[in-house]
Each structure stands twice: as structure tokens, then as C-alpha cells.
């Protein structure tokens, strides 16, 4: 059973910087892969980035060139470099770990991270 862990949330003032981490726990497969996701109240949740276990990232068009997505297979993590945080970048982060077995995706979500853009 996988379980999924992110941390490094907080406040942080417009223009500044935040490295979101998630943990997860088990044995992988080089057919699972990891994504960040975030949510405001009232909105579905919105992929930001992805990354596989060979370390092939995706970027949504919001965030790309400003979030950086990247992975430690040893330690079973994946972090999310955030810069030029805006306002409306406040929302909670998820992590997402995702397996495909026989065609079928699993997926186990953290709890989610709180991120704050204010000053």
C-alpha cells in the first residue's frame, strides 16, 4: 500500500519562491510516475506538472518556466521548485502518485499542502 506525504507549505510574499516535497512510501515500478496538483475552493483540481519514474517532466502552460518539477528514485521523492509566485498561485498542492498495472491506473493522493501567496 503506497502512501503519499507532501510538506513545505507556508506564506510566502508575491515574487518569492517555495520547494514543495512528497514522500511516498513502497516499491516502484518504472511504469508509475508522480504529479503536483492544486485546488482553490469552488475550482477542480489543476495538473501543474508530472513526472515519470525515468524523469520525463510535463508542465502546464500556467506554471511552465516558472515551476520546476524533479525526482529522487533513492529516496522515493518528488519535489516542486516554485519561483515568481503570484497570488494566484494560492491553493492547496497535491502530490499524486500514479501506477499502471495490466492497463489499469492506480492512483494514491496526499493530504495536501497549504500555499499561501501574500504580502
Known amino acids: 500500500q503506497v502512501q503519499v506525504v507532501e510538506s513545505g507549505g507556508g506564506l510566502v510574499q508575491p515574487g518569492g519562491s517555495l520547494r514543495l516535497s512528497c514522500v511516498a512510501s513502497?516499491?516502484?515500478?518504472?511504469?508509475?510516475?508522480m504529479d503536483w496538483y492544486r485546488q482553490v475552493p469552488g475550482k477542480q483540481r489543476e495538473l501543474l506538472a508530472g513526472?515519470?519514474?525515468?524523469?520525463?517532466?510535463k508542465y502546464a502552460d500556467s506554471v511552465k518556466g516558472r515551476f520546476t518539477i524533479s525526482r529522487d528514485n533513492a529516496k522515493n521523492m518528488v519535489y516542486l521548485q516554485m519561483n515568481s509566485l503570484e497570488p494566484g498561485d494560492t491553493a492547496v498542492y497535491y502530490c499524486?502518485?500514479?501506477?499502471?498495472?495490466?492497463?489499469?491506473?492506480?492512483?494514491?493522493w496526499g493530504q495536501g499542502t497549504q500555499v499561501t501567496v501574500s504580502s
Open positions: 499524486n502518485f500514479y501506477e499502471i498495472r495490466s492497463g489499469i491506473r492506480y492512483d494514491t
Open positions: 513526472i515519470t519514474y525515468g524523469g520525463r517532466a
Open positions: 513502497g516499491s516502484f515500478s518504472v511504469n508509475s510516475a
